[in-house]
């Protein structure tokens, strides 16, 4: 379905509204998804405010960086203090178990705004110590093609304002191409998007921002957005990693 301006701005806006809006409460799980399990998911952390409640995913880059959604760290056009947010890595349950790190900085990319660009690199405290429940994503540096399984994994709710279950989900949605995804998403700068189908009941939801895309075990996509309520029949909005390569390893440099 093709959507004039007007009406793509209204349902982004809207919806990625709720998004951030969850931020303040613990989120469950991804529409239509099954439990993971223990291990399966080495790459993938909950980000939780300093109370322990459950914000956003992300995804291990290295020892010392995490990758998550701008929208996950900030308030309106402000950043978040690090010291109000810490990480989950090596439990399915992000209540308990794996690994608790605080984080020491917070970098947004400089070009967020308008739902693109939805990235930002945590910096954490103290390095994290890999086995086998905690391991890195490598990053993708080219585009997946039109139909490719995608993998997406996440604590967000089962459908809006649904149930809050603690265990890590996941579920596999198609790669749409930059072509495929323009008619959703005319009005905005789909070269850096990567837009993923799925039929409905299905699909990401409050929570899951943030949280990795995956094809042949390489990260993908970070979860940024949905289109007229979790589990729509239009695709979920993704920032494209590999548009984004140059920046997140020249920042992590730093």
């Avoid at 990625?16 to 080495?42: H, L, M, Y």
């Avoid at 760290?73 to 402000?78: C, K, Y």
């Avoid at 039109?146 to 604590?155: E, L, P, Q, R, T």
Wanted: aromatic share 6%.
């Amino acid at each position: 379905m093709l959507y004039n301006m007007t009406r793509i701005l209204k349902v982004i806006v809207l919806l990625a509204t709720v998004i951030v809006c969850a931020n303040a409460v613990p989120s469950g799980r991804i529409v239509g998804g099954v439990d993971a399990e223990e291990g399966q998911f080495k790459h993938q952390i909950s980000l939780q405010h300093s109370n322990g409640a459950h914000t956003c995913g992300g995804s291990i880059l290295n020892e010392r960086y995490v990758l998550t959604a701008a929208h996950c760290v900030m308030v309106g056009d402000e950043v978040r203090p690090p010291s109000s947010l810490q990480i989950r890595a090596g439990s399915v349950d992000y209540s308990e178990g794996g690994k608790l790190l605080e984080i020491k900085r917070i970098l947004v990319n400089e070009n967020y705004g308008n739902f693109v660009h939805d990235l930002a690199l945590l910096e954490l405290k103290e390095p994290l110590e890999f086995c086998d429940k905690i391991q890195p994503i490598e990053l993708a540096t080219k585009e997946v093609p039109s139909g490719g399984d995608i993998i997406v994994s996440g604590w967000g709710r089962l459908y809006n304002n649904g149930p809050i279950p603690n265990q890590l989900q996941w579920t596999t949605l198609k790669a749409m191409s930059t072509d495929e995804c323009r008619p959703y998403l005319w009005e905005l700068d789909v070269e850096a998007l990567i837009c993923l189908a799925h039929g409905s009941d299905h699909g990401v939801c409050n929570g899951d921002s943030g949280g990795p895309a995956t094809y042949k075990d390489k990260l993908v996509g970070v979860a940024s957005f949905v289109m007229d309520g979790c589990g729509s029949k239009n695709p979920d909005g993704y920032a494209k990693v590999s548009s984004h390569y140059e920046w997140i390893m020249e920042n992590m440099k730093n």
